[in-house]
Nanobody
Framework: QVQLVESGGGLVQAGGSLRLSCAAS????????MGWYRQAPGKQRELVAG???????YYADFVKGRFTISRDNAKNTVYLQMNSLKPEDTDVYYC??????????????WGQGTQVTVSS
């Protein structure tokens, strides 16, 4: 089984920074597209940032250049550096990965979610 384990969320004051990490483990042949999503209660999950296997990145307008997504393929880990945080960034953030496994077909996996709370 492939698992994505998230860490790095927490409570931070406006203007502060957090660094989210998502480590993949299991029978992984390759990690393809990876991304970070957010979801508030009663709302749809939406893309925050994504990164391709080639390292190409893209971001939601809400990020406004404040966040940076990166990946370390040797560690099977994707990161989201969150700077200049605003109270509006408060949400649950989910890691997502498209995984090619040794023991199954390519499919999408999700992390458990990590809470990010920004106080004013």
């Amino acid at each position: 089984q492939v698992q994505l384990v998230e860490s790095g969320g927490g409570l931070v004051q406006a203007g502060g920074s957090l660094r989210l990490s998502c480590a993949a483990s299991g029978f992984i042949f390759s990690l393809n597209h990876m991304g970070w999503y957010r979801q508030a209660p009663g709302k749809q999950r939406e893309l925050v940032a994504g990164i391709t296997s080639a390292g190409n990145t893209y971001y939601a307008d809400f990020v406004k250049g404040r966040f940076t997504i990166s990946r370390d393929n040797a560690k099977n880990t994707v990161y989201l550096q969150m700077n200049s945080l605003k109270p509006e960034d408060t949400d649950v953030y989910y890691c997502n990965a498209l995984v090619t496994s040794y023991v199954g077909p390519t499919r999408r996996f999700w992390g458990q979610g990590t809470q990010v709370t920004v106080s004013s």
